[in-house]
């Protein structure tokens, strides 16, 4: 069992910037990646962007691109998502996820362990 722990969320006017970070409780090695989804009222949950933790490679929804990015720190046990020029569309609560094993952080079902979400509102 991994926990994840999420922390930065909050509310913010439309162009600012929030960090969202995400801390696992243990590294291991059969981790394969880190991902930031987000779910609006009403929505599906979403991917905004993943990141392989051993080759550093990245996605993001065309929805951020140029707007957020995702990070590992030196010891890859804490993923980061920087958004910046936020608008209200961006408003939802955002979760972290890790994928181990078969599971590579492309979709909601590829995702092993799940951050409990948080909440970023961007006032218009």
């Known amino acids: 069992q991994v926990d994840l722990m999420e922390s930065g969320g909050g509310s913010v006017q439309a162009g600012g910037s929030l960090k969202l970070s995400c801390e696992v409780s243990?590294?291991?090695?059969?981790?394969?990646?880190m991902a930031w989804f987000r779910q609006a009222p009403g929505k599906q949950r979403e991917l905004v962007a993943n990141?392989?933790?051993?080759?550093?490679?990245?996605y993001y929804d065309d929805a951020v691109q140029g707007r957020f990015t995702i990070s590992l720190d030196n010891t890859k046990k804490t993923a980061y998502l920087q958004m910046d020029s936020l608008n209200a569309d961006d408003t939802a609560v955002y979760y972290c996820?890790?994928?181990?094993?078969?599971?590579?952080?492309?979709?909601?079902?590829?995702?092993?362990?799940w951050g409990q979400g948080t909440q970023v509102t961007v006032a218009s």
């Open positions: 996820g890790a994928g181990y094993g078969h599971q590579w952080c492309a979709g909601v079902g590829a995702v092993t362990y």
């Open positions: 243990r590294v291991t090695p059969n981790r394969n990646c």
């Open positions: 990141i392989h933790t051993r080759y550093i490679r990245t």
